[in-house]
Protein backbone atom coordinates (compact mmCIF):
# COMPACT_ATOMS: atom_id res chain seq x y z
CA UNK A 1 0.00 0.00 0.00
CA UNK A 2 1.13 3.38 -1.08
CA UNK A 3 1.65 5.89 1.83
CA UNK A 4 1.10 9.77 1.88
CA UNK A 5 2.71 11.43 -1.36
CA UNK A 6 3.89 14.84 -0.54
CA UNK A 7 6.10 17.00 -3.44
CA UNK A 8 8.38 18.79 -3.23
CA UNK A 9 10.54 17.07 -0.32
CA UNK A 10 12.06 20.59 -0.29
CA UNK A 11 11.62 24.08 -1.02
CA UNK A 12 13.81 27.40 -0.86
CA UNK A 13 11.94 31.22 -2.01
CA UNK A 14 12.60 34.23 -1.52
CA UNK A 15 10.12 36.29 0.97
CA UNK A 16 6.96 37.75 -0.24
CA UNK A 17 7.33 35.28 -3.23
CA UNK A 18 4.26 32.47 -3.58
CA UNK A 19 4.72 28.75 -2.76
CA UNK A 20 2.82 25.76 -3.16
CA UNK A 21 3.03 22.37 -1.47
CA UNK A 22 0.91 19.02 -3.17
CA UNK A 23 -0.26 16.26 -0.84
CA UNK A 24 -1.77 12.75 -2.22
CA UNK A 25 -3.20 10.98 0.89
CA UNK A 26 -3.70 7.42 1.18
CA UNK A 27 -6.57 5.76 -1.23
CA UNK A 28 -9.60 5.75 0.35
CA UNK A 29 -8.61 7.92 3.34
CA UNK A 30 -11.83 10.80 3.54
CA UNK A 31 -9.83 12.49 6.30
CA UNK A 32 -6.67 14.66 5.47
CA UNK A 33 -4.80 16.98 8.08
CA UNK A 34 -1.86 19.93 7.02
CA UNK A 35 0.16 19.94 9.92
CA UNK A 36 3.12 22.60 10.88
CA UNK A 37 6.26 21.48 12.31
CA UNK A 38 8.63 24.21 13.64
CA UNK A 39 12.38 22.84 14.10
CA UNK A 40 12.32 21.24 17.64
CA UNK A 41 8.99 20.86 18.03
CA UNK A 42 5.64 18.53 17.85
CA UNK A 43 3.57 19.09 14.95
CA UNK A 44 0.40 21.75 15.04
CA UNK A 45 -2.78 21.55 12.65
CA UNK A 46 -2.75 23.63 10.15
CA UNK A 47 -6.57 22.50 8.19
CA UNK A 48 -8.17 19.51 8.69
CA UNK A 49 -10.65 17.81 5.91
CA UNK A 50 -13.62 15.68 5.55
CA UNK A 51 -13.63 14.89 2.10
CA UNK A 52 -13.73 18.09 0.52
CA UNK A 53 -15.13 19.70 3.21
CA UNK A 54 -12.81 21.91 5.55
CA UNK A 55 -14.01 21.05 8.91
CA UNK A 56 -10.96 22.56 10.98
CA UNK A 57 -9.04 25.56 10.38
CA UNK A 58 -9.15 27.79 12.69
CA UNK A 59 -5.53 27.42 12.48
CA UNK A 60 -4.74 28.07 9.32
CA UNK A 61 -3.50 32.09 8.85
CA UNK A 62 -6.24 32.70 6.20
CA UNK A 63 -4.39 36.22 5.36
CA UNK A 64 -2.00 34.27 3.38
CA UNK A 65 -1.93 30.46 3.56
CA UNK A 66 -5.06 28.83 1.48
CA UNK A 67 -6.20 25.14 1.12
CA UNK A 68 -8.17 23.07 -1.24
CA UNK A 69 -9.23 20.11 -1.50
CA UNK A 70 -10.88 19.32 -4.95
CA UNK A 71 -12.75 16.16 -5.66
CA UNK A 72 -11.70 14.47 -1.62
CA UNK A 73 -8.77 13.48 -2.78
CA UNK A 74 -5.67 15.22 -3.24
CA UNK A 75 -4.81 18.44 -1.45
CA UNK A 76 -2.73 21.64 -1.77
CA UNK A 77 -1.52 24.25 0.52
CA UNK A 78 -0.16 27.52 -0.79
CA UNK A 79 1.21 30.59 0.64
CA UNK A 80 1.15 33.77 -0.60
CA UNK A 81 3.16 36.06 -0.07
CA UNK A 82 5.83 33.71 1.86
CA UNK A 83 7.46 35.46 5.18
CA UNK A 84 11.09 34.28 6.83
CA UNK A 85 8.65 32.91 9.70
CA UNK A 86 7.03 30.11 7.04
CA UNK A 87 10.53 28.49 7.27
CA UNK A 88 9.75 25.06 8.80
CA UNK A 89 8.45 21.20 7.56
CA UNK A 90 4.83 21.43 6.27
CA UNK A 91 3.56 17.56 6.75
CA UNK A 92 0.26 15.97 5.51
CA UNK A 93 -1.47 13.40 7.33
CA UNK A 94 -4.07 11.13 6.13
CA UNK A 95 -6.58 9.11 8.43
CA UNK A 96 -7.58 5.22 8.75
CA UNK A 97 -10.97 6.21 10.27
CA UNK A 98 -11.33 1.95 11.33
CA UNK A 99 -7.97 2.08 13.21
CA UNK A 100 -8.35 5.68 14.13
CA UNK A 101 -4.76 6.13 12.87
CA UNK A 102 -3.34 8.96 11.31
CA UNK A 103 -0.02 8.23 8.60
CA UNK A 104 1.90 10.93 7.78
CA UNK A 105 3.59 11.88 4.48
CA UNK A 106 7.56 12.82 4.31
CA UNK A 107 7.06 16.51 4.31
CA UNK A 108 8.26 19.49 2.66
CA UNK A 109 11.05 21.06 4.26
CA UNK A 110 10.38 24.98 3.51
CA UNK A 111 13.50 27.81 3.73
CA UNK A 112 12.29 31.35 3.05
CA UNK A 113 15.12 33.87 2.74
CA UNK B 1 -8.09 21.86 26.04
CA UNK B 2 -5.89 18.57 25.42
CA UNK B 3 -2.16 19.23 25.49
CA UNK B 4 0.68 16.37 25.92
CA UNK B 5 3.86 17.12 28.44
CA UNK B 6 7.14 15.09 27.48
CA UNK B 7 10.08 14.84 29.13
CA UNK B 8 13.16 17.03 27.24
CA UNK B 9 16.19 15.25 25.94
CA UNK B 10 18.08 14.76 24.19
CA UNK B 11 18.59 11.28 26.20
CA UNK B 12 21.61 9.61 25.57
CA UNK B 13 22.22 6.19 26.68
CA UNK B 14 24.48 3.45 25.71
CA UNK B 15 23.34 0.07 23.68
CA UNK B 16 21.16 -2.25 25.68
CA UNK B 17 20.48 0.08 28.64
CA UNK B 18 16.88 0.59 29.87
CA UNK B 19 14.64 3.23 28.50
CA UNK B 20 11.50 5.41 29.64
CA UNK B 21 10.42 8.08 28.13
CA UNK B 22 7.99 10.14 30.20
CA UNK B 23 4.88 11.79 29.08
CA UNK B 24 1.53 12.94 30.60
CA UNK B 25 -1.19 14.18 28.82
CA UNK B 26 -4.41 16.51 29.76
CA UNK B 27 -7.16 16.07 27.82
CA UNK B 28 -11.41 16.01 27.92
CA UNK B 29 -13.05 12.96 27.53
CA UNK B 30 -11.49 9.77 26.15
CA UNK B 31 -8.34 10.21 24.14
CA UNK B 32 -6.37 7.75 22.46
CA UNK B 33 -2.80 7.73 22.88
CA UNK B 34 0.35 7.25 20.76
CA UNK B 35 4.06 7.19 19.95
CA UNK B 36 5.51 8.26 16.87
CA UNK B 37 9.26 8.17 15.87
CA UNK B 38 11.16 10.13 13.46
CA UNK B 39 14.09 9.16 12.34
CA UNK B 40 16.63 11.38 10.70
CA UNK B 41 15.53 12.58 7.44
CA UNK B 42 12.21 10.69 7.52
CA UNK B 43 9.10 11.50 8.07
CA UNK B 44 6.67 10.41 11.14
CA UNK B 45 6.06 6.61 11.88
CA UNK B 46 3.86 5.41 13.88
CA UNK B 47 5.24 3.33 17.11
CA UNK B 48 2.49 2.02 18.94
CA UNK B 49 -1.04 3.72 20.29
CA UNK B 50 -3.55 2.49 23.03
CA UNK B 51 -7.68 3.32 22.76
CA UNK B 52 -8.84 2.91 26.45
CA UNK B 53 -7.62 2.84 29.93
CA UNK B 54 -5.46 0.22 30.68
CA UNK B 55 -4.68 -0.86 27.17
CA UNK B 56 -0.76 -1.46 26.76
CA UNK B 57 0.52 -0.75 23.22
CA UNK B 58 3.85 -2.60 22.16
CA UNK B 59 5.70 -2.58 19.03
CA UNK B 60 9.47 -3.26 17.57
CA UNK B 61 9.97 -4.31 21.83
CA UNK B 62 8.48 -0.84 22.47
CA UNK B 63 5.81 -0.66 25.52
CA UNK B 64 3.40 1.93 26.76
CA UNK B 65 0.89 1.48 29.11
CA UNK B 66 -2.52 3.99 29.48
CA UNK B 67 -2.79 5.01 32.53
CA UNK B 68 -5.59 7.22 33.39
CA UNK B 69 -5.27 7.58 37.01
CA UNK B 70 -1.67 9.14 36.52
CA UNK B 71 -2.51 10.79 32.91
CA UNK B 72 0.37 8.73 31.84
CA UNK B 73 1.51 7.03 28.45
CA UNK B 74 5.32 6.70 28.99
CA UNK B 75 7.37 4.89 26.63
CA UNK B 76 9.32 1.89 27.41
CA UNK B 77 12.36 -0.25 26.09
CA UNK B 78 14.21 -2.70 27.60
CA UNK B 79 17.25 -3.06 25.67
CA UNK B 80 17.73 0.32 23.16
CA UNK B 81 20.24 -0.36 20.12
CA UNK B 82 21.76 1.88 17.55
CA UNK B 83 18.88 2.11 15.26
CA UNK B 84 16.33 3.13 17.93
CA UNK B 85 18.20 6.78 17.69
CA UNK B 86 15.19 9.04 16.54
CA UNK B 87 13.36 11.79 18.00
CA UNK B 88 9.90 10.52 19.75
CA UNK B 89 6.62 12.38 19.98
CA UNK B 90 3.80 11.55 22.28
CA UNK B 91 0.78 12.58 20.85
CA UNK B 92 -3.29 11.94 21.57
CA UNK B 93 -6.18 12.24 19.58
CA UNK B 94 -9.88 12.35 19.89
CA UNK B 95 -11.64 10.54 17.04
CA UNK B 96 -11.17 12.21 13.91
CA UNK B 97 -9.69 15.14 15.61
CA UNK B 98 -6.15 16.55 14.58
CA UNK B 99 -3.13 14.95 16.93
CA UNK B 100 -2.03 17.28 19.85
CA UNK B 101 1.85 16.21 19.79
CA UNK B 102 4.35 16.67 22.87
CA UNK B 103 7.39 18.36 21.55
CA UNK B 104 9.01 15.16 20.78
CA UNK B 105 11.93 13.59 22.57
CA UNK B 106 15.80 12.86 20.86
CA UNK B 107 17.36 9.76 22.18
CA UNK B 108 20.75 9.09 20.88
CA UNK B 109 21.74 5.33 21.07
CA UNK B 110 25.68 4.87 21.31
CA UNK B 111 27.62 1.52 20.91
Known amino acids: EAGVVQSPRYKIIEKKQPVAFWCNPISGHNTLYWYLQNLGQGPELLIR????????DSQLPKDRFSAERLKGVDSTLKIQPAELGDSAVYLC???????????FGPGTRLTVL | GNSVTQMEGPVTLSEEAFLTINCTYTATGYPSLFWYVQYPGEGLQLLLK?????DKGSNKGFEATYRKETTSFHLEKGSVQVSDSAVYFCALGNSGYALNFGKGTSLLVTP
Open chain 1, 93 to 103: ASRDSLKGEQF
Open chain 1, 49 to 56: YENEEAVD
Open chain 2, 50 to 54: ATKAD
